[in-house]
C-alpha cells in the first residue's frame, strides 16, 4: 500500500512559477514510474511529466521546456517544477506511482494561473 500526498499548488499570475511536491509513504520502490497528471475543469486527466529514477523522464509537448520533473529517492518525493506558467496549465494535479500494473493516486492540489 502507498500512500501520496501533494502540496505545492496555488494561484499565479501567467509567466510565474510554481514548484509541487509529493511526498510517497508505505510500501514504495526506488526504481518505479512517479509521474504528475492534470486535469483542467471540464476535461479529461492527461499526463504531464513522469520519471523513473536513473533510467529516462517523460513530458508531455505542452510543457516541454518550461516544465522539470525531479526524484528525491532519499527523501521519497517527487517534484514538478513549472515555470513560464500559462493559463491553460490550469488544473488539479495529481501525483502518481505505478508498479507492478497497480496505480496509486494522491487527491490532488489545484494550480491556477490568471491571464
Known amino acids: 500500500q502507498v500512500q501520496l500526498v501533494e502540496s505545492g499548488g496555488g494561484l499565479v499570475q501567467a509567466g510565474g512559477s510554481l514548484r509541487l511536491s509529493c511526498a510517497a509513504s508505505?510500501?514504495?520502490?526506488?526504481?518505479?514510474?512517479m509521474g504528475w497528471y492534470r486535469q483542467a475543469p471540464g476535461k479529461q486527466r492527461e499526463l504531464v511529466a513522469s520519471?523513473?529514477?536513473?533510467?529516462?523522464?517523460i513530458y508531455a509537448d505542452s510543457v516541454k521546456g518550461r516544465f522539470t520533473i525531479a526524484r528525491d529517492n532519499a527523501a521519497n518525493t517527487v517534484d514538478l517544477q513549472m515555470d513560464s506558467l500559462k493559463p491553460e496549465d490550469t488544473g488539479v494535479y495529481y501525483c502518481?506511482?505505478?508498479?507492478?500494473?497497480?496505480?496509486?493516486w494522491g487527491k490532488g492540489t489545484l494550480v491556477t494561473v490568471s491571464s
Open positions: 520519471i523513473i529514477s536513473g533510467i529516462s523522464t
Open positions: 508505505g510500501r514504495t520502490r526506488s526504481f518505479n514510474v
Open positions: 502518481n506511482y505505478r508498479d507492478y500494473g497497480v496505480d496509486y
